[in-house]
Structure formats: C-alpha cells, structure tokens
C-alpha cells in the first residue's frame, strides 16, 4: 500500500528538538526507507503518505486513493476483514497480515501490513497503516500466504458467482464463478467496479442499487443483462451488512439467461398465436385493458377474410396456413410500427390503432388495399370485410371488439 509522500505543510516546525532531523534532512532519508507509513480516514482512503519516492512498491498511491489498489485479489478479503476489525476497535489496537502487492513491474511482492488505531490522536486523526516489504530470503521461506478468510472459503464452494464490496461499493473479491460470468479478471473488475460489467439498459438501474447499499444495510435484488459477457444475463442480490452502518456489500451472481429465454418463450406462447406469431386474443384484451384504463383514443377494426373456407376446402389447410401467415406478414410491414395486430379466430383479425392517427376509413381502405395485395400474390380469389369501433367513456375491451365485430357483419352484408 503505498504511495508518494505527502508535503509537509509550510508553517511545520523546521526542526524536532527530540530526533535532529529536519525537513531537508528527511527529504534526504528518504529514498532509504523500506517502510512506508499511511493515514487513513473512515472511508479508508489515503489522507497523509510517507514513503520512498515513487512508493515502497514502485508505483505511487496518491491521496484521496482507496488502499485496495494493488493488493492481490485473494488478499484483499483478509485486508478488508483487517481493515472493519481495525475501525471498530479503541484507539491503540493494531493488527497485521501478510500479503501480496502488485509493484510497478506488475510482479506480486510480499508485503507486512500492520494497522494502529489512531484515532484520538489529535494530529493524526485516522487509522495508522505500516508496510514493509518481507525481503526476498525470509520470503521464501515462509509458506504460501493462505487465505483463511471464511467469505472467501465459502464463496469459492457456491455455484454462483460471488463479489465482496467495501463500504463504498468497490469491488474487492470475486469468486472464480463471478469472474468466468463477467468475462473478466479480479483486478480488472477492481479498477472498472460493477456498473461497467453491466449492459447500457441496465446499468442505471444497477448504480441506484449501489447508491442505496452504501447508504444503509439492506437487501435488494435485480436481473440485468451483462455487457459483452459469456453470460447474458444475471439475478443479483445485494446485501448490505452492517448493524448502524454499512461495513461491505455481497453481491451474489446467478446465471439466468435459460430461465429468462424458457420466461420469454412461455409468455410468448401465452400471448401470441402459434401460427401467425400475432397476439392472440387474450393479449388483445390485456392490450386493449391497458389502452383505455389510459384512455388512450383507439380505434379497433375488425377483419374477416371472405373466401377463405373455399381455399382450405379446394387446396387444402396446408394453402390456408401460408395465406394466414402471408396476411400476417404483410399487415405487420404495411400497417404503422405503433399498430398492434392480432388473430382471434381462423380467419379473423383485429387491429387496434390511436385513433388521431387512423380514421376509420382510410384504416379500412388500407386493409382492404393490403388483403388484394396478398390475394394476387398467392393466385387467390379472396377479399375481406371490415368494421370498425371508436372507444367510447366506459367501454370495456369486449364493448369495443363487439361494436367493431358488428359493423364488420353489417360491411359483410354490403359487400364492403
């Protein structure tokens, strides 16, 4: 953890009667230090530094900077774990861990990280961090750092992925799960956070989340769409765990993108006609429900192919499928794109349009235009009647369809 060395303020003292050593003479020392020493606030950002120059690791870690930085993400849980001991303790505890730091060669170091709280202290005012690097030949004969972090333990055993947030909402662990579902590497997940894994649509949605978890402990839950991702898309659930405050966040990961299509393909299959893929007649009265609950102006036509019967009966079901499923086609391309269409019977559709943009007549000239285009296309003789209904103040969807179902009758016997 480590870091430029902050500038001592102009009006200090110029010498320490107790140690000798001035501002100039420390500015000479310090390139010899092989510790580095930190102060952080509350939020666990860097609030004063002294270090060598370039920082103890080779890269330096600026003020205002989170001390998660550089450390290996399978340490960061100790560190993390460390860090809410170390603040919820009495001034004058402190604590240690060993673990690694990526330096300014991108090669992992190990490093000695030993906490004091220091937070009575009226000068330093935050929690005190100490580093040293382990030379080379006590390194190697220490055993493998090992997490024994009980978070990281289990969430390497769960199916799912697993995240640990700080309290703030940056990302400090991921599980092996967590990382093949974003497509990622822990220390890119750390530097980019959450909201960047998530697809544009959602990724709004995700950041309120995040903005209500650092606020206070709680749970949420959401299904988001991943951007660029092996997996599409994700339920999360957050929890934000804390007693008066928010200590860290888990964020559990589940793949759902099967379940979401199977969701999608059964509500397709509900609402829409196997044939036609149109609405079916249960989704035009949820449709029709929605519109004047609204009291959107809608006009609703009623439509009946005449001479269909003598198809099916002269070349078969086979012949009257492709002509539905034509019709269907050419009323989807030649109608408006906010024209909702949908077949209610054999040979009878419905189209609802807002009534300031489709007059009755010329929706009713339109379909009729739309019908003979397919009949010359298929080399068949058929033609079509429609009838029309404009809702009125207390209509129900059935009032519509039967008022727009009449007229169409009353066309019928016009030969219109």
Known sequence: MD??????????????EATGISLELLDRLRPHMTESLMVLDHEWTVTANLAPPGGLIG??????????EDMHPDDAVQVMELGIQAFSTRPGWQGSKLVRMRRGDGIYGRY??????????????????????????????LPEIQTTSAIETLAELLP??????????RIVFANDTACGMLGHEPE???????????????RALVTDVLQRMVTMP??????????????????????????????????????????HAAQRDLEQRANHDALTGLRNRASLHDLLHERLDRGDPTTVAYLDLDGFKAVNDTWGHDRGDHLLIALASALRSGLAPDVEIARIG???FVIVATATDAEPDPLVRQLHTLVASVARSESLSITCSVGTSQ?????????????ADQAMYAAKGQGR
């Open 3 to 16: 870091e430029r060395a902050t500038p001592v303020a102009d009006d200090a003292p110029e010498d320490d």
């Open 59 to 68: 890269r330096g870690l600026g003020l205002g900077l989170h001390t998660l």
């Open 112 to 141: 000695e990280i030993t906490a004091i709280n220091m937070f009575d202290d009226p000068v330093v005012a935050g929690m005190v961090v100490r580093t040293r690097e382990v030379p080379q030949d006590v390194a190697d004969d």
């Open 160 to 169: 799912i992925g697993v995240l640990l947030l700080d309290r703030r909402g």
């Open 188 to 202: 890119n997940l750390k530097r980019d956070g959450l909201a960047a894994m998530i697809a544009d649509p959602d």
């Open 218 to 259: 709680g749970r949420e839950e959401c299904t988001v769409e991943l951007a660029d991702a092996r997996v599409q898309r994700v339920q999360c659930r957050f929890s934000a765990e804390g007693a008066n405050e928010v200590t860290c966040i888990v964020v559990t990961m589940e793949d759902v993108t099967e379940r």
């Open 346 to 348: 054999g040979d009878e």
């Open 391 to 403: 809702a009125l103040p207390g209509d129900t969807p059935k009032d519509l369809v039967r008022r």
